[in-house]
T-cell receptor, first 115, second 111 residues
């Protein structure tokens, strides 16, 4: 079956532009996560949804970052007024949250470069 | 912030040898997971060990967990060129599904 997909795969933005990154989770997966991965580092948690409810947004680095999942399926991560430090790979993951199953399935990521 | 550290940061071994990577974490966990990342397949789940388990096996993978030392290790036996990748441990706390990743070990298998 289809895995987690993300679009675009690559995005170049000029400093100050707004960007929107899309994530299509595995069908039926209740939980959806966004992570940010800087070059040479491990992924860092940004935010987490269970269905359409955003349960944890403690990792969002500033109020320029906003995520939504209005119908409990597709999610969008929006970054307003991009800065150079926002350059990173943004990873989306989903999980089924069935009892005893904690595995997260990751998408290929969106590589954002802010110039 | 990262949950903890992994060591070594980089490891190069000959094909057929065993590779061991270590991970330390900071807080109490529900489970600890290991993921592999390479450019071809992205980030892929390898194995999960629960906080009440001490050792787990999956194929050529063996993971151990020592909650008293807040540490885990991943052993890959009989390494293959295809095992070349970065390996990350990821801790899951109680009551929250989010993962807190380590800094990663870059493994290179020399044919």
């Amino acid at each position: 079956g289809a895995g987690v997909s993300q679009s675009p795969r690559y995005k170049v933005a000029k400093r100050g532009q707004d960007v929107a990154l899309r994530c299509d989770p595995i069908s039926g997966h209740v939980s959806l996560f966004w992570y940010q991965q800087a070059l040479g580092q491990g992924p860092e948690f940004l935010t987490y949804f269970q269905n359409e409810a955003q349960l944890d947004k403690s990792g969002l680095p500033s109020d320029r970052f906003f995520a939504e999942r209005p119908e409990g399926s597709v999610s969008t991560l929006k970054i307003q007024r991009t800065q150079q430090e926002d350059s990173a790979v943004y990873l989306c993951a989903s999980s089924s949250w069935s009892f005893g199953s904690y595995e997260q399935y990751f998408g290929p990521g969106t590589r954002l470069t802010v110039t | 912030s990262q949950q903890g550290e992994e060591d070594p940061q980089a490891l190069s071994i000959q094909e057929g040898e065993n590779a061991t990577m270590n991970c330390s974490y900071k807080t109490s966990i529900n489970n600890l997971q290991w993921y592999r990342q390479n450019s071809g397949r992205g980030l892929v789940h390898l194995i999960l060990i629960r906080s009440n388990e001490r050792e787990k096996h999956s194929g050529r993978l063996r993971v151990t967990l020592d909650t008293s030392k807040k540490s885990s290790s991943l052993l890959i036996t009989a390494s293959r060129a295809a095992d070349t990748a970065s390996y990350f441990c990821a801790a899951a706390n109680f009551g929250n599904e989010k993962l807190t990743f380590g800094t990663g070990t870059r493994l290179t298998i020399i044919p």
